[in-house]
């Protein structure tokens, strides 16, 4: 078992924060490859994306996918376990071979692959998905992955 797909739901939500519920997303250094999730801020204006930088620390990380309502338009997210890691991520070999613990991978507003080398973190992320009753749940392993670019 190398990950998941799985399809969320075409709504405004935090998504991202049901996903990593209770995985100990504080313990990475996140970085934020590309994304347009939007929001509106406390002004009421519409901004294009819930992170101010691409690279943060996961405290700073939870801050950001925990606000109430976003619409995840297509997001590259990793998580890495040192700052002085984090690195371009071309394929799986390239995943396999780094420091990147975890890749998030969420295109055309609800599909999303995860992978993570944790089987522990793993099953915590596969639980959150039945609890929070994303659909067609799948457990992606290396004989059904198909994904070759490591990004979105």
Known sequence: ????????????????????????????????????????????????????????????????????KYYLVYADIKAF?????????????????????IALFCTDTVDVELYCKSKIILDKIIKNCTKFGFDELQILTKENNNRIKFSV
Do not use: P
Not at 22 to 30: A, E, H, L, R
Not at 40 to 50: A, E, G, R
Not at 83 to 99: E, L, W
């Open 81 to 101: 376990n040192n700052r002085m890691q984090v690195t371009n991520i071309d394929t799986y070999a390239d995943f396999v071979n780094s420091d990147c613990q």
């Open 1 to 68: 078992m190398i990950g998941v797909t799985f399809k969320l739901k075409n709504e405004y939500n935090n998504f991202l924060f049901k996903i990593f519920d209770k995985v100990g997303i504080d313990n990475f250094i996140w970085y934020i490859s590309d994304n347009e999730i939007i929001y509106k801020d406390k002004n009421n204006n519409l901004k294009t994306s819930i992170f101010n930088q691409d690279t943060m620390h996961g405290t700073d990380f939870l801050k950001c996918i925990e606000i109430e």
